[in-house]
């Protein structure tokens, strides 16, 4: 697959590069989910410049220092004693070449070095600190693993802390780029391709791009692809969050997975998991680890206890709602089964997506200062919600949305009556010209 957007990352890492050319050595932390295509990113924006790549691994420093050592020589053609070993005395080496020469010095999966030698923070630190004015290296450090890499640069006791110039963090593929990319492979592409692949990627560019190599855009495609031996799907979200959770993975799934399939809110989660303290959990999981947004009705204030909770990476939601879910079928490899749960639940499962789908769109546009949704119970029986209210950039106007996959179930008079019940308990509203309707597959 041809490489698609990411102009503006690519433009932010030049802009740097230059900066670090003209002035003296930058450092800028690139971050982001598995897949997202950091790597990919970091290889187009530098890929006619000088550039030194490395890639750490769990092996023991020495061999580490040695295969750098080899991709350095190559390079940069700079002599190095071959019986260098430390990282340290590498990076001095490599910061020294920087007075007279240009460069771009990546490390990929930075946070790596905890399982190497963890002091590796702090040399880097005191080499950095005593050559970064007088010398010319673009240096770049990506990582995946969200925990870590914030520990690393935003924890004031690390000694990294305060170190980086500049941070790119990196997120799925915008929606016209899904488009893009769905128009080129199949040029006759439906709305139901659109929302499968929306709904199974969320524009994870690995993922997109996997499907699309294999002349996979459809629904029942995409299903059978994922739901297969040794498909990459299977694992994958075990494989992502396992290292990131470390020994308390088994909570943090639990919450995942409850979360998954609708139990949103925190006495929700804490009563099926048999009343256990869920809080700090569900805090770590958003700020720490971004998996999670925390969801309040339009209006609400900052400190409300109306609040719900999902997922945030749409993959995951799927993983976690059906091949988590039923991992007792995915142990004996019952593909048959799983692929009929996931066909059958597919109309009421998307719908709920649709909504994300079309609250992304909105906040793409940047046509809207607030977006969001908004409930409240009517009586103990029924729930009154509204799917999208959105304040126009211009604050004058009030857009309010129901979403039907399909707009022939769309009821005007109902919408009305919700309406009517959101501008009792919101009365600042009347102030906004409104307008309301229905958002269905047609409109994507």
């Known amino acids: 697959m041809k490489f698609y957007d990411r102009t503006e990352e690519i433009a932010e890492l030049r802009r740097i590069q230059t900066l670090s050319a003209n002035n003296h050595s930058r450092m800028t932390v690139v971050t982001g989910r598995r897949r997202i295509g950091k790597t990919s990113l970091i290889r187009r924006a530098f890929e006619d410049s000088t550039t030194v790549y490395l890639f750490v691994s769990r092996d023991n420093e020495s061999v ?87 520990r690393i640069f935003e924890d004031k006791k690390e000694p990294l802390f305060g170190r980086r110039d500049a941070l790119l963090k990196l997120n799925p593929f915008k929606i016209d780029t899904i488009k893009e990319i769905l128009k080129d492979f199949k040029p006759d592409y439906s709305s139901e391709d659109l929302l499968a692949l929306y709904t199974y990627t969320g524009g994870v560019p690995k993922y997109v791009e996997l499907f699309m190599d294999d002349g996979v855009t459809d629904k029942d495609a995409m299903i059978s692809y994922m ?43 804490e009563a099926a998991l048999g009343n256990i303290s869920a809080g700090g959990f569900l805090k770590r999981l958003m700020e720490d680890y971004s998996l999670i947004s925390k969801i309040r009705p339009f209006g609400s204030s900052e400190g409300s206890k109306n609040i719900r909770y999902e997922i945030a990476d749409n993959f995951l939601r799927f993983w976690f709602k059906y091949i988590h879910k039923d991992r007792s079928i995915v142990e004996i490899g019952n593909w048959n089964l799983l692929r009929k749960i996931i066909s059958d639940d597919y109309t009421t499962y998307t719908g709920d997506i649709l909504e994300r789908y079309f609250r992304q769109k909105m906040i793409e546009s940047m046509n809207y200062r607030s977006i969001g949704n908004w409930w409240n119970p009517k009586n103990k029986e029924n729930q009154c919600e509204i799917d999208i209210i959105a304040i126009t950039a211009d604050n004058k106007n009030v857009e309010i949305y129901e979403v039907k996959r399909n707009p022939e179930r769309y009821k005007e008079n109902v919408l009305k009556e919700k309406i009517d019940h959101l501008m009792i308990k919101h009365k600042e509203l009347k102030k906004y010209s409104l307008s309301f309707g229905n958002l269905s597959m047609k409109d994507m």
């Open 227 to 269: 739901i297969r031996d040794n498909s990459l799907f299977v694992s994958e979200g075990k494989n992502i969050l396992i290292e990131e959770f470390g020994k308390d993975y088994g909570t943090y799934f639990s919450i995942l997975g409850c979360i998954s399939t609708g139990i949103n809110t925190q006495a929700g989660i």
């Open 64 to 150: 580490l220092v040695k295969r750098f050592t080899d991709e350095i020589r190559r390079v940069l053609d700079i002599f190095i004693p071959d019986e260098i070993s430390s990282f340290r005395n590498l990076f001095t080496i490599l910061m020294q070449a920087g007075k007279t020469q240009h460069f771009n010095l990546v490390i990929d999966e930075f946070q790596e070095f905890y399982y190497v030698n963890s002091a590796i923070f702090s040399h880097i630190q005191d080499v950095w600190d005593r050559y970064r004015h007088e010398t010319f290296v673009n240096f770049v450090v990506c990582g995946s693993a969200y925990r870590m890499m914030n």
